[in-house]
Nanobody
């Protein structure tokens, strides 16, 4: 089992920045990748970014050049740095972690970007 807890959401103005963190605990060694999805009201859940255990990162086209995903293996934490935020980035951001057999999710953290 893996437990994931997000933090760092909040309210920010257009053009501002926020940093989200995801703290992992439990069977961390079984994780082969971690990342973020987001869920906006009335919209489908959208994949945002992934980072593998080898540090390879991929980002959705909608956030490339603005968001950065990173991992702090010493502290079992993953971070999503979000810059140049737009109102369309408003959503609940959910951390996920994948193993060979399962995908685990955090409870989500709200990000609101005001225009």
């Amino acid at each position: 089992q893996v437990q994931l807890v997000e933090s760092g959401g909040g309210l920010v103005q257009t053009g501002g920045s926020l940093s989200l963190s995801c703290a992992a605990s439990g069977s961390i060694a079984s994780l082969n990748a971690m990342g973020w999805h987001r869920q906006a009201p009335g919209k489908q859940r959208e994949w945002v970014a992934t980072i593998t255990i080898h540090g390879h990162t991929t980002l959705a086209d909608s956030v490339k050049g603005r968001f950065t995903i990173s991992r702090d293996n010493a502290n079992n934490t993953m971070r999503l740095q979000m810059n140049i935020l737009r109102p369309e980035d408003t959503a609940v951001y959910l951390c996920f972690g994948t193993t060979l057999t399962n995908t685990y999710w955090g409870q989500g953290t709200q990000v609101t970007v005001s225009s």
